[in-house]
């Protein structure tokens, strides 16, 4: 099995990942890649990027224990997540999730289970940079995104959660 | 210990981390929060609302009843929002 959890600030190449996790071997069958893109808008306001703030010591850890937990949930040759902090301009990456199997149904569920723990518990903070809307906002205003309920219970429908203590109150 | 802060909570304490020596008898995370949130203005409003802050002992998520005795390094955020 191969393991990958990089943070980085600069931009990063889904599909070199994607080829790196799979090189050399003929076990694979299947490949997932999920990327998570800045949108130039957040509630329905023009953004002029997202900055991303982290806990760097934390945060590899945290989406290791997660990955770990995907192993341990579903029979995978390789995973590599790539998370960025800093500014991030519309249309660029911000997450790489990777997943490899022999078959598609563990690769696609261990994508979709790792971004959805990594949304609600790799400790990363959005901030919008406004680009100035219809509402008067100033540009370069700056406010921190709210966490949504939607992505809570999206990563709920997981449980039991991987331990105890990974699970926030 | 050090206590780190993150995000919106960073901003209202004013500062990223500190070394503090809390008084022997705050024995969980929510005692340390209540305490924390008598100590001025900005900790008073980072903490105005102690359901919303998340906390970290030793980098791992800890709930408000989790004991502090050992930790050396205890982190407060909002919920998250990376992804």
């Known amino acids: ?55 760097p010591d934390m945060a590899e850890a945290e989406i290791g224990r997660h990955v770990e937990a995907a192993f341990k949930r579903w029979p995978l040759l390789g995973v590599s997540v790539v998370h960025r902090y800093g500014r991030i301009a519309p249309g660029e990456g911000i997450v790489l999730v990777v997943t490899a199997s022999s078959h598609r149904q563990a690769a696609f569920a261990a994508a979709e289970f790792l971004m959805d723990y990594l949304k609600t518990h790799a400790p990363f903070w959005k901030q919008v940079e406004k680009a100035g809307g219809k509402t008067g906002d100033k540009t370069g205003e700056k406010i921190w995104v709210e966490a949504k309920a939607s992505d809570d219970s999206a990563a709920d429908r997981w449980a039991p959660a991987p331990t105890k203590r990974e699970t926030a109150s | ?76 955020f909002p919920p998250m929002t990376g992804g």
Request: glycine share 6%; charged share 30%; hydrophobic share 45%.
């Open chain 2, 1 to 76: 210990m050090k206590v780190r802060y993150f995000a919106w909570v960073r901003e209202r304490v004013g500062k990223a981390e500190e070394d503090l020596d809390p008084p022997a008898e705050i024995a969980t995370v929510h005692d340390l929060v209540a305490w924390l949130a008598r100590q001025g203005e900005g900790y008073a409003y980072a903490f105005e609302n102690p359901g919303v802050v998340r906390s970290a002992i030793d980098k791992r998520h800890a709930r408000a009843d989790a004991r502090i005795a050992g930790a050396k390094e205890i982190a407060f």
């Open chain 1, 1 to 55: 099995m191969t393991t990958t959890v990089r943070l980085q600030r600069e931009p990063f190449d889904a599909a070199k990942e994607a080829a790196a996790l799979a090189r050399g071997r003929t076990d694979i069958g299947a490949v997932v890649t999920f990327t998570g893109i800045c949108r130039a808008d957040e509630n329905g306001e023009p953004i002029a990027a997202l900055n991303l703030e982290h806990y």
